[in-house]
């Protein structure tokens, strides 16, 4: 039958999960439609490529230029639309082999915001640190950060998405007086216990954030308990933090946060943890076993720096299984940590290939969104207060007046760009197996109908494969050594 060809190394095939979404076999037995790529229309701006070693090349934007690609339009019933990026130069080609990126932005839809200080940040602060024991936080008040920066680039943001943006916020830090070493910077607890005044203090801290974030007409989505409640006790020693335990999360989300947030005009959503996914599921289970905590709880926030130690099906797989009502999101992933040298690397393919496996793997166990660290960074790596300097999608070189997209650039867009909010994952069957392969893949159906496909070639030489989708036919097509694509059609 049609929808049992593929090439050798022959992988993803489309069938459904639980759904009548894709065509019974039978049903297409006796016709397949060849799907063709549509070509693109002509008008859009190539990348400027710069090298920096052999392989390792950025597009460069300044003022006047950057790489552009139209609008993606939804194919015609019967064809198909690829792009792709590859180590080779390759950056969102598409299926007329014009290699341009993207005029429109790539889409993000999650924003997260530090709630004051983070230690990529200038200055260590909090928004209460004038007055101490200001338990009923009377002089609360809004950063420069905030007012100057932080909020007119959202306005900015939000004026410039083609599709709606959801904000949601972390804190590091509460004002020093809240904790057990009387500093914003350093580890610490929050003094006291959960019910007690600072906890409530606190709890209200976040309600103020919304506060004046709304006299803004900034609205939040959500906001998560902590920023690394255990993982950040093991940064560098001026790191801001508040340490929570699992079962003190649990207690300050039943009896402070959770009402709080419940009883305000917000309408903002709680995500616990915000930590490594070693913590799973035993984090959930603290929190969520607890019938008061969860009814307070949407989801799961997981951060991507410690997950070669425990793989996603005993960690993000078995989370789900035990509480599928509570979504889990990754908030927060980033290159170049607890490296001594090279933090910015710039044009790195390999960095690039790192973001992709990652949101492959999650998307695979249960995970529903993927946020990267930093927007933006120099070519340093910061700025940030502490020297904990990383690497990001796009660095600034201010002293030339440019910046450089990243190939992790073009490898989020490859998701961000054509996922929409709404969109469900669907089943791939994979006919046959290269164990050198390394071909990687997610199907995910979009609200408004079509099918997209993400496929990951980490191996060093290309890999020929098939695509049978039974209601519509089959692509035949080849993933280049150390590329990605995307795929878009429609069902019939």
């Given at each position: 039958p049609p929808n049992t060809e593929s090439a050798p190394w022959g992988l993803p095939e489309p069938r459904g999960r639980g759904s009548a979404m894709w065509a019974q076999r039978a049903g297409v037995l006796g016709?397949?439609?060849?799907?063709?790529?549509?070509?693109?229309?002509?008008?859009?701006?190539?990348?400027?490529?710069?090298?920096?070693?052999?392989?390792?090349?950025?597009?460069?934007?300044?003022?006047?230029?950057?790489?552009?690609?139209?609008?993606?339009?939804?194919?015609?019933?019967?064809?198909?639309?690829?792009?792709?990026?590859?180590?080779?130069?390759?950056?969102?080609?598409?299926?007329?082999?014009?290699?341009?990126?993207?005029?429109?932005?790539?889409?993000?839809?999650?924003?997260?915001l530090p709630m004051a200080c983070s230690d990529f940040s200038v200055r260590p602060y909090s928004y209460d640190d004038d007055v101490p024991y200001d338990y009923e936080l009377k002089h609360f008040k809004l950063a420069e950060e905030d007012v100057k920066m932080k909020i007119p680039i959202l306005h900015r943001a939000l004026a410039m998405a083609k599709r709606p943006l959801s904000l949601?916020?972390?804190?590091?830090?509460?004002?020093?007086w809240m904790k057990s070493n009387e500093d914003v910077r350093g580890k610490g607890t929050l003094k006291g216990q959960a019910g007690d005044k600072y906890h409530k203090t606190w709890a209200n801290y976040f309600i103020k954030f919304l506060d004046e974030y709304a006299k803004h007409n900034l609205t939040f989505w959500a906001v998560t308990a902590q920023n690394e409640p255990l993982a950040a006790l093991l940064a560098h020693p001026q790191f801001p933090t508040i340490a929570f335990t699992a079962?003190?999360?649990?207690?300050?989300?039943?009896?402070?946060?959770?009402?709080?947030?419940?009883?305000?005009?917000?309408?903002?959503?709680?995500?616990?943890?915000?930590?490594?996914?070693?913590?799973?599921?035993?984090?959930?289970?603290?929190?969520?076993?607890?019938?008061?905590?969860?009814?307070?709880?949407?989801?799961?926030?997981?951060?991507?720096?410690?997950?070669?130690?425990?793989?996603?099906?005993?960690?993000?797989?078995?989370?789900?299984k035990l509480f599928p009502n509570h979504f889990l999101l990754y908030t927060e992933a980033c290159s170049g940590f607890l490296t001594y040298r090279f933090s910015v690397s710039l044009g790195c393919?390999?960095?690039?290939?790192?973001?992709?496996?990652?949101?492959?793997?999650?998307?695979?166990?249960?995970?529903?969104?993927?946020?990267?660290?930093?927007?933006a960074l120099d070519l340093e790596g910061g700025p940030n207060w502490v020297e904990n300097y990383v690497d990001s999608p796009v660095i600034v070189d201010s002293s030339k007046d440019v910046f450089y997209k990243q190939p992790m650039f073009y490898h989020m867009g490859h998701f961000s760009k054509f996922i929409p909010e709404g969109s469900r994952r669907v089943g791939l069957h994979s006919s046959r197996r290269c164990l050198f392969c390394q071909l990687e893949h997610v199907a995910l159906l979009r609200p408004d109908g079509a099918i997209v496909l993400v496929v990951l070639n980490r191996s060093a030489w290309d890999v020929p494969f098939g695509i049978s989708d039974p209601a519509v036919g089959f692509i035949e097509a080849v993933a280049p050594a150390s590329s990605i694509q995307t795929y878009l059609w429609r069902q019939q």
């Open positions: 016709w397949l439609l060849l799907l063709q790529t549509v070509p693109r229309a002509a008008g859009a701006q190539p990348c400027s490529p710069k090298y920096f070693g052999r392989d390792s090349m950025v597009c460069v934007c300044n003022a006047t230029y950057c790489d552009t690609l139209d609008p993606v339009v939804l194919p015609a019933p019967g064809t198909y639309i690829k792009y792709e990026s590859s180590k080779a130069g390759k950056r969102c080609c598409s299926g007329a082999a014009q290699c341009l990126s993207f005029s429109t932005g790539i889409e993000y839809n999650l924003v997260r949601y916020a972390s804190p590091w830090t509460s004002p020093a079962v003190q999360q649990r207690d300050f989300v039943a009896q402070d946060l959770g009402p709080a947030l419940a009883r305000s005009s917000h309408g903002t959503r709680l995500i616990i943890m915000d930590d490594q996914r070693i913590h799973l599921p035993a984090w959930a289970k603290a929190v969520l076993g607890n019938a008061t905590a969860a009814r307070y709880v949407a989801g799961v926030g997981v951060h991507w720096y410690l997950d070669s130690i425990v793989p996603a099906s005993c960690s993000l797989e078995a989370t789900h393919w390999e960095r690039g290939d790192r973001y992709s496996h990652s949101i492959l793997t999650v998307l695979n166990h249960f995970v529903a969104g993927w946020t990267d660290w930093n927007l």
